[in-house]
């Protein structure tokens, strides 16, 4: 993006120690204590150079979190998002309005501390859950404009299905892909950045738990009720037992089909599997349970077999995915074991 402004820079606006640092941000030049007011700065030389508050839109902005949560340097990266983020979002006179979007609320590590006016729309929510995805009635448009009307409820087995704020949507990435690739139906979604979490998740889960899960995932119309905590944070996912519904609903793996609050006003919700393309991906997992630690590895290992020799992954091939990952789980108690190729 930085590079595609470089325009910007060449008029009068612009002082020299200005062009200077924004050419220190293109060389990757630039320390981190003055990298964190890269995006701050851009949005003031936007306005200086087209003489208006410039609009803010970022895409998954807590992907470098969850990369950093995952490699070992967190608290690093969460002092310097809390920066970057800050002075870009708080009382920044440039800045009109900033729009967001990522898979999980980080309130509580206090990034926005301080900031005024912030409206948080999850999957819960009402408000503006129509804009997520293709509505039934976009979807079928679509199908009409290619001549694909005879496939509209197929397409709704495999793709529709995901639920915000009690409206009925459709993947649009999987939609566009399965016209894009000769109207074949298979699996074209898979969130690839939450699958380190859903490991780490996968290890805390308790028997109860384990049972809910396969249950799931054998018998796509059972549910599961959860307790609703959208503040979850990276720190305390290990130690949560409710984080790993929580991550399965923010992620797109589960939906909520209803929501209530209880006798202490705490919110609950229902949870099930979206659609067939959501449960092909959770198919290459097979659970084993043993009754002595000693037997975790064998046992993992004997699941992994299982899904080979059963073959549970030809339907996958016939569609033609080409890489799959396996997954065999044993639990024992509250430990776990988890083999994959």
């Known amino acids: 993006m930085s590079h595609q402004m470089c325009g910007v820079f060449e008029t009068r606006p612009i002082s020299l120690q200005d062009k200077e640092y924004f050419k220190s941000v293109l060389n990757t030049e630039c320390p981190p204590d003055k990298l964190q007011f890269a995006l701050a700065n851009l949005t003031k030389f936007l306005k200086k150079h087209h003489g208006r508050e410039a609009i803010l839109l970022l895409d998954e902005y807590d992907a470098p979190i969850i990369s950093a949560w995952e490699r070992g ?13 800050g002075e870009a979002l708080k009382t920044n006179e440039a800045l009109d309005f900033a729009v967001l979007t990522g898979v999980t609320r980080v309130s509580k590590e206090s990034i926005f501390s301080g900031l005024n006016n912030l409206r948080v729309c999850s999957v819960l929510n009402e408000r503006y859950g129509d804009i997520f995805g293709f509505t039934q009635e976009e979807a079928d448009c679509l199908l009409d404009m290619c001549g694909l009307e005879n496939s509209s409820g197929e397409l709704k087995k495999w793709y529709d299905g995901y639920l915000f704020g009690g409206k009925e949507i459709y993947n649009p990435w999987s939609v566009i892909s399965f016209i894009d690739n000769d109207c074949i139906f298979q699996p074209y979604w898979l969130n690839i950045s939450g699958n380190s979490i859903l490991q780490v998740l996968l290890k805390r889960v308790d028997e109860q738990r384990r049972k809910e899960l396969t249950g799931l995932l054998r018998m796509g119309d059972s549910s599961v009720n959860a307790l609703v905590d959208e503040g979850i944070i990276y720190t305390d996912i290990e130690n949560d037992e409710n984080a790993l519904y929580m991550m399965l ?12 609050q209880d006798g202490r006003s705490r919110w609950w919700c229902s949870l099930q599997i979206p659609n067939r393309e959501v449960m092909q991906a959770y198919e290459d997992l097979e659970f084993k349970t043993v009754k002595t630690e000693e037997e975790m590895e064998e046992a993992a290992r004997a699941a992994l077999t299982q899904i080979e020799s059963k073959e549970y992954t030809a339907e996958l091939a016939r569609q033609g995915v080409t890489e799959v990952w396996k997954y065999g789980i044993a639990f024992c108690g509250k430990k776990m074991w988890l083999e994959h190729r």
Do not use: Q
């Not at 340097?73 to 983020?85: H, N, T």
């Open 73 to 85: 340097y967190y608290d690093d990266c969460i002092d310097f998002m809390r920066g970057f983020l």
């Open 249 to 260: 609903l923010t992620t797109g793996y589960l939906k909520a089909v209803t929501k209530w």
